[in-house]
């Protein structure tokens, strides 16, 4: 088998989705230890504890309790390569997360025993299910007093709409917890606080018959977890490969990512039935992940990593073929070649230089505002990837500037922000008015202090009567010119250029729709 093929099957790319709280961090840097990424416990709390000191932006980050980077990280484990893209916690972020999700083959959702199916998860889990992305779940924080595994299971089944095979089975909860059961392995994994904390692993009983194990755990509670195993294998669903793959079903782990108890009879299990590289649409034909030629694109980026020198990194998902450093590759739509030298890995331990990529990978591509989200590479083959839309904004605000002289910095600031696509920017055809648009009222603080910080501009964002955006399509150029004369003052031109209604209401909008049915009103706008 060809190199490429090998290393493409060895690829998980995936997700963690949770509400915040969970255990997402904790549970991260678990996987992490387990990869040899990182040596020691509390590093990754480390390392985002050392970024925020030396930014201020990342400050505001923690005052706020939130997470508004995403970061990527690479570990191997057993033949693998585990590609762990990290997504935004706070709920304001929704659009960058989604994105985040075109990019992986799978995703891991973390409940808290305590609380449940949340809102938060909700709304992920409508996303993983658009394009039937395949879930694992760990119920965590089993250390603590929980409600009762099988009444989760039913939440989990009832809320979410997903069948669940649980693969291990806790044995006790709270300060009564004693282990898990594999229910596939027949092996029982011991609960010891404080050796779980370390890489080495729990001691293990083969099945439930060794006699070991009465003695461990006690005769009333071995006879109690057999009873229980009785209901719930009748009860639950059987792990089936292919409806976990379809995203149908869901294999369920227990255990508690603080103590490292649990995790690792999920990361055995993840590497072994997770789904390697899938095909990706795109606006022609499937792109397969065995084509030797390299394609990807380009799901996030981020402005200013190192505010002196005013660089975005461009996040690509490589979808076929392999990358090489220094390579020449066709950036699809400015029609150009360009050579990706200076690629970045995301190995967890630091950033790197890439010597290659295979299908799965994500490599971060140093620019100066030419990439965009949604960009393709290739080859050169004009291929362009569907599903990575931006979303009309729900809340608007006009940019009001302190000092009038800093006109130009502000719009270059507002432009080079909306790039990362949290925001979006646009210019009125009859004022001169700077509008941004966001889906999370945040943002907008965000944005202010970071012009502040970066860009030396101070501004305000004023309330406007605009609610929500539409992007404007006709075939019929001559009606399309009439729509424009005639309703040039609700109109703008996206950071992209594109022609967007601003409605100033909801009826507004209805009402324009109606008096005209040759436009058409698009809620989204794929990255062109
Ligand atoms: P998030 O990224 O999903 O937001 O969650 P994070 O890992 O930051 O965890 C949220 C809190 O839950 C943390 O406590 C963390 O220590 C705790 N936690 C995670 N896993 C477990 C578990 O298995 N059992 C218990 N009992 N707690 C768990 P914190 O007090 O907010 O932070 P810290 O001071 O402990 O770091």
Not at 52 to 70: F, N, P, Q, Y
Not at 326 to 341: Q, Y
């Amino acid at each position: 088998m060809s190199d490429h093929l090998t290393q493409m099957r060895r690829r998980r790319t995936f997700a963690i989705i949770s509400h915040p709280d969970a255990g997402k961090t904790t549970l991260t840097e678990k996987l992490l230890l387990f990869g040899g990424a990182i040596q020691m416990a509390g590093s990754v709390k480390g390392r985002k504890a050392a970024r925020h000191a030396t930014s201020d932006w990342m400050a505001l980050e923690k005052e706020r309790g939130i997470s508004v980077t995403s970061s990527v990280m690479q570990f191997p484990y057993e033949d693998c390569i585990v590609n762990l893209l990290d997504t935004p916690g706070h709920a304001d972020f929704g659009e960058d997360t989604y994105r985040v999700l075109t990019a992986v083959d799978s995703a891991l959702m973390v409940i808290d025993c305590a609380k449940g199916v949340e809102e938060r998860t909700i709304k992920l889990m409508e996303v993983c299910r658009l394009r039937d992305t395949p879930i694992m779940s760990f119920i965590n924080k089993l250390d603590r007093e929980g409600r009762s595994p099988i009444e989760l299971l039913d939440e989990v089944e009832s809320v979410l709409k997903i069948q669940c095979a649980p693969i291990t089975w806790p044995i006790g909860m709270g300060s009564r917890l004693k282990g898990v059961y594999h229910l596939i392995s027949g092996e029982v994994h011991l609960y010891e606080p404080g050796r779980n904390f370390t890489r080495q692993d729990s001691t293990i009983f083969a099945s439930l018959d060794d006699p070991g194990l009465a003695e461990r755990i006690g005769a009333d509670m071995l006879r109690e977890l057999r009873d229980e195993l009785e209901l719930v294998e009748g009860a639950s669903h059987p792990f089936d490969l292919d409806e976990y793959l379809a995203g149908r079903l869901a294999p369920v782990f227990f255990g508690s990512a603080v103590n490292n108890f649990g995790v690792q009879p999920l990361l055995d299990f993840f590497v072994a039935h997770a789904p390697a590289p899938q095909a990706r649409a795109t606006t022609t034909r499937q792109v397969q992940p065995e084509e030797e030629k390299m394609s990807g694109f380009v799901f996030k980026i981020q402005a200013n990593m190192d505010p002196m020198h005013r660089d975005r990194v461009a996040f690509m998902r490589i979808c076929s073929g392999r990358f090489e450093a220094g390579m020449k590759s066709f950036h699809v739509r400015s029609g150009k070649e360009m050579k990706l030298a200076n690629a970045l890995t995301f190995m967890a331990s630091d950033r790197e230089i890439v010597a290659e990529a295979y299908p799965g990978d994500v490599i971060g591509i140093h620019n100066h505002g030419t990439i965009s989200i949604g960009d393709t590479f290739s080859e050169g083959e004009a291929l362009s990837f569907t599903g990575i839309p931006n979303f009309a904004p729900e809340l608007f605000r006009r940019a009001r500037l302190k000092d009038p002289l800093k006109m130009k910095q502000l719009q270059k600031g507002l432009a080079q922000l909306s790039e990362e696509g949290a925001t979006q920017f646009f210019k009125p055809l009859m004022s001169n008015d700077l509008i941004l648009g966001a889906v999370g009222v945040l943002q907008f603080d965000v944005v202010a202090y970071r012009l502040k910080d970066e860009y030396g501009v101070e501004c305000v964002f004023e309330p406007i009567t605009v609610s929500t955006a539409r992007w404007i399509h006709c075939r019929d150029a001559r009606k399309l010119e009439e729509f424009r004369d005639k309703n040039a003052t609700n109109l703008a031109i996206d950071a992209a250029g594109e022609l967007v209604y601003l409605a100033p209401s909801r009826v507004n909008l209805q009402l324009t729709q109606e008096r005209w049915p040759d436009v058409q009103f698009a809620a989204t706008r794929e990255h062109a």
